[in-house]
C-alpha cells in the first residue's frame, strides 16, 4: 500500500520558517518525481514546488521562489521542503503527490496527472 505523509507544519509567525517532510512507502521511490502543493480555504490547490527523481532538477512557483527549496534524501524515501520568510499569504494546507517520472525536467510538474497524494499539513503563518 502506497503511502505518502506530511509532517512538519504548524504555527508559525511571519519571517519565519518550517521545514516540511513527505515520507513515502510502499513504491520505489527513486523513480518518483514530486511535488508539493497547498490550498487555502475557498481557493483552488495551488503548485508550489517540484523535484525530479534524482533531485538534480527542481521548479518553484513565482510565489516562493527564492524562499523554498524542496529536496530529497532517497536513502530516506523523504521529500523535503524549507520554507523560509514565511508570509500570511503562504498559509494552507500543505500535500505532497508523487508520479512515475524518470526525467531531469520537471517545468510541467504543475499540470501532471500524479499517481498517489499524502493528506496533507496545515501550515499557518501569522502576522
Known amino acids: 500500500q502506497v503511502q505518502l505523509v506530511e509532517s512538519g507544519g504548524g504555527l508559525v509567525q511571519a519571517g519565519g520558517s518550517l521545514r516540511l517532510s513527505c515520507a513515502a512507502s510502499?513504491?520505489?521511490?527513486?523513480?518518483?518525481?514530486i511535488g508539493w502543493f497547498r490550498q487555502a480555504p475557498g481557493n483552488e490547490r495551488e503548485f508550489v514546488a517540484a523535484?525530479?527523481?534524482?533531485?538534480?532538477?527542481?521548479y518553484y512557483a513565482d510565489s516562493v521562489k527564492g524562499r523554498f527549496t524542496i529536496s530529497r534524501d532517497n536513502a530516506k524515501n523523504t521529500v523535503y521542503l524549507q520554507m523560509n520568510s514565511l508570509k500570511p499569504e503562504d498559509t494552507a494546507v500543505y500535500y505532497c503527490?508523487?508520479?512515475?517520472?524518470?526525467?531531469?525536467?520537471?517545468?510541467?510538474?504543475?499540470?501532471?496527472?500524479?499517481?498517489?497524494w499524502g493528506q496533507g499539513t496545515q501550515v499557518t503563518v501569522s502576522s
Open positions: 510502499g513504491l520505489p521511490f527513486s523513480n518518483y518525481a
Open positions: 523535484i525530479n527523481w534524482s533531485g538534480g532538477g527542481t
Open positions: 503527490a508523487a508520479r512515475n517520472y524518470y526525467s531531469n525536467y520537471v517545468v510541467s510538474a504543475p499540470n501532471w496527472k500524479y499517481d498517489y
